[in-house]
């Protein structure tokens, strides 16, 4: 499974950006997708993830009600809706996929494979 994430690119605080992530292969009927940040120096942490099958989501705390994910099943393809966007919001973004679903959906060592990462630059 190859993981093509775009959408990257410069903004101004308050100002939106949505974020694409291209899987190569539906290969994961019942798998969670992805998306982690890693701002410079810093570690690379959970942002929000999606099931295929069942819609679920989930959200870091820090992007709840700003950062939307969505899927498109039919083009093996998630979204990252980031809006009200923050200068903290900084940081390339990777998209990551793994089969099954997990209660660790927050973790980077549960995800089997990444994509190259988007970068994301919000001025303040």
């Known amino acids: 499974v190859q993981l093509q994430a775009s959408g990257g690119g410069l903004v101004q605080a308050g100002g939106s950006l949505r974020l694409s992530c291209a899987a190569s292969a539906r290969t994961f009927s019942d798998g969670l ?17 999606i099931g295929w099958s069942a819609a679920s989501t989930y959200y870091a705390d820090s992007v709840k009600g700003r950062f939307t994910i969505s899927r ?18 900084t940081a390339v973004y990777y998209c990551a996929s793994r089969t ?15 994509g190259q990462g988007t970068q994301v630059t919000v001025s303040s």
């Open 33 to 49: 997708m992805g998306w982690f940040r890693q701002a410079p120096g810093k570690e690379r942490d959970f942002v929000a993830a």
């Open 72 to 89: 498109d099943s039919a083009k093996n393809t998630v979204y990252l809706q980031m809006n009200s966007l923050k200068p903290e919001d």
């Open 100 to 114: 099954g679903n997990t209660i660790y959906y927050y973790e980077n060592w549960a995800y089997s494979y990444w």
